[in-house]
């Protein structure tokens, strides 16, 4: 089975509210997104060195597997629109820029620090 990372860029919309934001996508979004098919694992991350304003301030990474990609996005389609029926959607994020990449394949196992370097 190939093995991806999805890659997702957000920012809360009312700075006032971030606690509210980072709440709900730890204890309601990541949840949910965790039940689509494929879903391995997710973390999240704060930028270290944003500007304010020029980048996405939040990065949820994802990590999946599967044989065909449009399937697992059929499930991410399917999951996003239950997620919206049942209420559990917040009115706070803002998601990734326009044209950027959201899903990477791995094409070369994870190394580790340390490991001994081919000559």
Known sequence: ???YLLF???DCKDPKREKEFNDWYDNVHIPDMLEVP???S???WMSADA???EIRKY???YELETDDIAEFNAGIKTRAEKTIKDGRFSDLPVF???NVPRIYR???PKKEAGQAKKK
Request: charged share 15%; net charge positive.
């Open 38 to 40: 494929g879903m391995i």
């Open 106 to 108: 791995q094409i070369m």
């Open 96 to 98: 990734d820029p326009p």
């Open 1 to 3: 089975m190939a093995r």
């Open 42 to 44: 997710a973390t999240r």
């Open 51 to 53: 500007k304010q304003g």
């Open 59 to 61: 990065l949820a990474l």
């Open 8 to 10: 997702a860029f957000s």
